[in-house]
């Protein structure tokens, strides 16, 4: 099957095909896409929290869980329901799920990035989640990259709310992450180029559709994720993606994988994945260049392939 950016897509494509088949299934150079966090890069391993909000944009009801660092509880354990946040300030970042998904289905990729030190927004969009019709339009139309921007305007006005507990915990001035997986992956791209926010500083889209040019307008360090025999978006369409992107930029592919099995915490190559993505957001948020100087030693390893401009 082949895609044409911004083509509509059939029911059948760009949803992941999870277990169940319902889903899409800093310092140095990381100044290059904003300052450092307030913050060094945490060292230890968070204990986790999870928040949910009733937010909206116009019309369009946007249930939104938040996984955080926790002060109680045990190092990378089972999130408790809202949960005293860690001492400290952190970086905010946001996971966009894919079609037929929601925010749980991703939680190999949210818990590690929270448990490293950051802030993680996951909203469950209104037309492609679990149990809706699946409009996959809304991310052609720019729906759901729109609705991201929303949640992270939100997320980061928590910081200022006299009496929330996020309250002075999130570093608003560092930018923020975005990631996501199959149509959130597209919905993540959209927000690089067609949709563009500007306060976006990291990027990570996993088996994304090449969804515009860039437009210079978001300054930030993009690393694409995907399966080389992806049948459902076709990774050609996001090595054309990662061509059009200005360094820093990298590119981790799962040789011989399809759309999803990476993704999973029982995939083969799924701790590559996940040690790349938080490191990718650990350089680009915080500044911390050893994670930086990791990502090679991360990606490059049976399985997979590691391409990378740093600079």
């Known amino acids: 099957m082949s895609l044409r950016r911004r083509t ?8 992941a095909a999870g277990a169940a088949m319902v ?7 990381g100044a290059t896409a904003g300052s450092s966090s307030s913050q060094g890069a945490p060292t230890q391993t968070f204990a986790l929290g999870v928040r949910e909000f009733a937010w909206s944009r116009g019309d369009r009801r946007l249930t939104t869980r938040i996984w955080y660092p926790s002060a109680t509880g ?6 408790v329901r809202d ?9 905010v970042a946001e996971w966009s799920h894919g079609l037929g998904g929601n925010p749980e289905v991703y939680l190999a990729e949210i818990l590690p990035l929270a448990a490293a030190g950051f802030v993680v ?13 699946g409009n996959i339009q809304d991310v052609y139309n720019g729906n759901q990259s729109k609705d991201v921007s929303q949640v992270i305007t939100n997320t980061l006005a928590l910081n200022t709310t006299s009496g929330d507990p996020f ?9 923020v992450g975005v990631a996501g997986h199959s149509l959130g992956g597209m919905t993540t791209h959209g927000l690089l180029t ?46 054309q993606a990662y061509a059009e992107l200005a360094a820093p930029k990298a590119f981790l592919t799962h040789l011989g994988q399809n759309h999803d099995s ?50």
């Open 8 to 15: 509509f897509l059939s029911s059948t494509v760009a949803g």
């Open 23 to 29: 889903l899409g299934a800093g310092s140095a150079l």
């Open 74 to 79: 045990t190092p990378g354990g089972t999130p």
């Open 83 to 91: 949960a005293p946040i860690a001492d400290g300030v952190f970086p």
């Open 121 to 133: 927004a996951a909203p469950v969009f209104p037309t492609t989640s679990t149990g809706t019709e």
């Open 167 to 175: 309250a002075g915990h999130l570093d608003t001035a560092v930018g």
């Open 194 to 239: 067609a949709w563009p926010d500007a306060r976006i500083k990291a990027a990570v889209p996993f088996a994304c559709v090449d969804m515009g040019n860039p437009t210079g307008e978001v300054q930030a360090n993009v690393l694409f994720i995907h399966g080389d025999q992806d049948p459902t978006c076709p990774y050609t369409s996001a090595r």
């Open 262 to 311: 990476y993704v999973w915490d029982n995939g083969v190559t799924y701790p590559q994945t996940r040690a790349t993505f938080v490191d990718w957001m650990r350089w680009s948020l915080y500044g911390d260049t050893t994670a930086r100087d990791r990502l090679s030693g991360d990606a490059s390893t049976n399985g997979t392939k590691w391409e990378a401009v740093l600079s």
